[in-house]
C-alpha cells in the first residue's frame, strides 16, 4: 500500500539528461559564481567560508544582499529578514511543484528541493503546464547548477573576477532572458495573459512602493489570484496528458 | 543581535542563511500538504507558478538600462517566433552587448 501512494517514477537516464541539458545555462552561473567570490574576498570572507556559502546557501541574489551588510559585525536579524524576502519565492515555486512531489515520498521530497532554483524550476514549472511531468530536471539539472555556483565562486576567490565587465557581454542578463523564454513556451491562453499583466502590474508597483524585494511574491500571489477566480472551462487539467507538446532546447 | 563576524561567527552566519533559505525551499511544499488539491487551486498553482516568471522579469525591464530592455525584447521576439530557449537566450546577450556598446 506505501509503493501505491508515490506513483512517481524517476527515471536514473532522464536526470542526467537534464543535467546536461542545462550545462549552457550553467557556464553563465559560472561567471556570476566567480563574480560572487570576489565580492566576498572583498568584503573579508576567507576563501573557504565563501565556499561554504556557496555550497549551503546556493541562492546568488540573497548571498550577494548578505554581502552589502558584511561588516566587523553583522546585524543577525535584518540580515535573515532580506535572505527570506529575496529566497521567498521559492516558497510559491515550491508550492506550484506540488501537484507532483504528493507523488513522491516525503524523503525524496525534500531532498530534491535541496537543489530547487529558479532555473531548473522554470523548466518543470513550463513542462508541467504542456502536460508533462518532468522533476527529473530540479534534480539534473539542480545539481549542475549547485556545481556551476560552487566552480564559480571557487574560481572568483582564487582568481578573481574572470571578466573585466561581464554586464558589457550582456551577461547579468541571462537568468532574466532564460526566465522570460521560459514563460513565453509554456500555455498561453486569454486567462494566463490576464494573470500576466496583473502580476506584471502588481509587481511593478510592489516594487516601487513596497519594501524591497517583495515584488516577487506580491507580484506572483495576484497572478495566481486571477487563476483562482477564473478557471480553466475546458475542464480536464494538464496533468495527465502526457507527451507531446512542443519540446525547447 | 549583532554577530561579530570571527570564524566562529562568519560559520554561525552562514548557518542562519542556509537555515532561512532552506526554510524558504521546504516551506511552500509542507504547507501545501494541507491543502486539498481542488481544481480551484490547481489553476492558482498554474497560474501563479508562471506569474513568478512575470513578476522577476516586469521589474528588471522596468528598472534596468536600455541594454536589459534591448535583452528582453530580443529574447521575446526570437522566441515567440523559433520557440527555442536557447536562441532566444543568445539573441538576448547580443542584444544586451550591442546596445551597451553603442551607447
Known amino acids: 500500500m506505501p509503493l501505491a501512494n508515490y506513483p512517481y517514477q524517476f527515471q536514473p537516464r532522464k536526470v542526467r539528461s537534464e543535467f546536461f541539458r542545462l550545462l549552457p545555462i550553467s557556464f553563465f552561473v559560472v561567471a556570476f559564481g566567480a563574480a560572487f567570490g570576489l565580492a ?7 576563501p573557504f567560508e565563501s565556499l561554504i556559502m556557496s555550497s549551503v546557501v ?3 541574489a540573497s548571498q550577494f544582499a548578505a554581502l552589502d551588510m558584511w561588516g566587523t559585525q553583522v546585524s543577525v536579524l535584518p540580515l535573515l529578514a532580506v535572505v527570506f524576502a529575496i529566497n521567498s519565492r521559492h516558497l510559491l515555486m515550491g508550492a506550484s511543484l ?3 512531489l504528493k507523488d513522491v515520498s516525503p524523503g525524496k521530497r525534500y531532498a530534491l528541493l535541496l537543489l530547487l532554483t529558479d532555473a531548473n524550476w522554470a523548466v518543470a514549472a513550463q513542462e508541467y503546464q504542456s502536460g508533462r511531468r518532468n522533476l527529473e530536471v530540479i534534480v539534473g539539472g539542480g545539481l549542475v547548477l549547485w556545481l556551476a555556483w560552487i566552480i564559480g565562486t571557487a574560481l572568483g576567490v582564487y582568481f578573481g573576477g574572470l571578466l573585466q565587465n ?3 557581454l550582456g551577461l547579468d542578463m541571462v537568468l532574466g532572458c532564460f526566465l522570460l523564454a521560459m514563460a513565453l513556451g509554456g500555455k498561453k491562453s486569454p486567462r494566463v495573459l490576464v494573470a500576466w499583466l496583473v502580476a506584471g502590474f502588481a509587481s511593478l508597483a ?3 512602493w ?3 524585494n517583495m515584488h516577487v511574491v506580491v507580484g506572483a500571489l495576484a497572478g495566481g489570484a486571477v487563476g483562482f477566480f477564473w478557471l480553466d472551462k475546458t475542464g ?3 496533468v495527465n496528458r502526457e507527451g507531446e507538446a512542443d519540446h525547447g532546447d | 543581535m549583532a554577530i561579530e563576524t570571527t570564524p566562529a561567527g562568519i560559520f554561525g552566519l552562514i548557518a542562519l542563511m542556509a537555515l532561512v533559505t532552506l526554510v524558504t525551499r521546504f516551506g511552500g511544499v509542507f504547507l501545501m500538504s494541507f491543502v486539498p488539491i481542488s481544481p480551484r487551486i490547481e489553476s492558482f498553482i498554474n497560474t501563479m507558478a508562471s506569474s513568478v516568471l512575470i513578476a522577476i522579469i516586469v521589474p528588471m525591464a522596468v528598472g534596468g538600462d536600455l541594454g536589459a530592455l534591448a535583452a528582453l525584447l530580443a529574447t521575446a521576439v526570437t522566441m515567440l517566433a523559433l520557440r527555442k530557449p536557447l536562441p532566444a537566450i543568445s539573441a538576448g546577450l547580443v542584444a544586451a552587448a550591442s546596445v551597451r556598446y553603442l551607447g
Request: charged share 10%; net charge positive.
Open chain 1, 210 to 212: 513596497l519594501p524591497s
Open chain 1, 206 to 208: 510592489a516594487w516601487k
Open chain 1, 166 to 168: 561581464p554586464k558589457a
Open chain 1, 58 to 60: 546556493f541562492a546568488g
Open chain 1, 98 to 100: 506540488y501537484p507532483m
Open chain 1, 40 to 46: 566576498a574576498v572583498q568584503v573579508g570572507l576567507s
Open chain 1, 236 to 238: 480536464k487539467s494538464a
